[in-house]
C-alpha cells in the first residue's frame, strides 16, 4: 500500500483531517494498535469533528459580532435583576424552536449587547445560522438595497437565518423607511424564526418612537407578545473596567 497516494487521494476528496491524521498514525508506526474497524472510526470522527470546528467558525464569521461572548461569563448579581433559571432556561435554545422572540432593555453599559451575543454564539455552537447588526446600520444598509434593487433579496437572507439579534433598537427616529422595513423584518419571521432586541428604550415607549398607530401596534404586537423579556438594572460594567484599567 502506497501510503502516500492514499493521503493524496483524502485530500482530493476534500478529506483533509482525515489525510493529516492517517500520516501521522503512518509516521508513528500505530497503524497496527487498533482494528481495522477501529481505525476507520477514529479517522471518521476526526474528520467529522474538523469539519463541525470549521462550520461553527463559519457561522460565527457570518454572524457578525461585535464581541466574542460566552454564556458562562454571565453575570448573575441581584443588582443586575437577571434571573438565573430564566437565563439558563433560554441558553437552552429551546425558545429558537418555540419560534420565541427575547427582549432585552436597560440603560447603556449594563451588558445587554453581550447577553445577546452570547446567546447567538451559543446558537452557532449549535449550528445555527445567526445574523447580528446594529439596527439603524441595518436599517441603512436596507435603504440603500432599496435603490439598487436587490431589498427583497437581502430581506430573504434574514427570513432564513435562525437568529436576528437586533442590536441598539430604537435610538434613531423612525422615518417611514424605517418603519416599512421593520415591518418587513418582522413580518417574515414572525412564526418562523426568532429575533433579540436589545434597547436603552422602555418597551412601554417603543409605540411612540416607532409612529403610525397601527403599523406600531402590528409591529408589537408581533414582537412583545411572543417574547421573553430581560430588564437589566445596575450600573454600568464599563465603568468598572475603566476603574480597573
Not at 433559571?85 to 429551546?94: E, G, K, V, W
Not at 440603500?144 to 435562525?162: C, R
Not at 417574547?227 to 460594567?237: F, N, P, V
Amino acid at each position: 500500500m502506497n501510503n502516500n497516494q492514499t493521503v493524496e487521494k483524502l485530500k482530493q476528496m476534500r478529506l483533509g483531517a482525515m489525510a493529516e491524521l492517517h500520516l501521522q498514525c503512518v509516521k508513528n508506526n500505530q497503524l497496527n494498535e487498533s482494528t481495522p474497524d477501529e481505525y476507520l472510526a477514529l479517522l471518521t470522527d476526526h474528520e467529522w469533528e474538523n469539519r463541525q470546528n470549521q462550520k461553527i467558525e463559519r457561522l460565527i464569521k457570518q454572524a457578525g459580532f461585535r464581541q466574542k461572548a460566552d454564556i458562562t461569563n454571565i453575570d448573575f448579581s441581584v443588582t443586575r435583576n437577571l434571573d438565573k433559571n430564566m437565563f439558563n432556561r433560554l441558553s437552552t435554545l429551546d425558545f429558537l424552536k418555540r419560534k420565541e422572540n427575547v427582549i432585552i432593555t436597560g440603560a447603556s453599559g449594563v451588558g445587554k449587547s453581550y447577553i445577546a451575543q452570547a446567546l447567538g454564539y451559543q446558537s452557532c455552537f449549535n449550528g445555527l445560522k445567526v445574523v447580528y447588526s446594529n439596527t439603524a446600520r441595518l436599517f441603512t444598509k436596507l435603504k440603500l438595497s432599496k435603490a439598487d434593487g436587490t431589498y427583497i433579496k437581502e430581506l430573504q437572507k434574514l427570513q432564513k437565518v435562525n437568529l436576528l439579534i437586533l442590536d441598539d433598537f430604537g435610538l434613531q427616529a423612525f422615518d417611514n423607511n424605517a418603519r416599512e422595513i421593520l415591518m418587513d423584518i418582522i413580518e417574515d419571521r414572525y412564526n418562523k424564526m426568532s429575533t433579540i432586541i436589545s434597547s436603552q428604550i422602555p418597551v412601554s415607549v417603543w409605540y411612540d418612537i416607532i409612529g403610525e398607530g397601527t403599523i406600531a401596534d402590528a409591529i408589537l404586537d408581533r414582537i412583545v407578545n411572543s417574547s421573553h423579556r430581560i430588564d437589566l438594572k445596575g450600573e454600568s460594567l464599563r465603568k468598572g473596567i475603566l476603574k480597573n484599567e
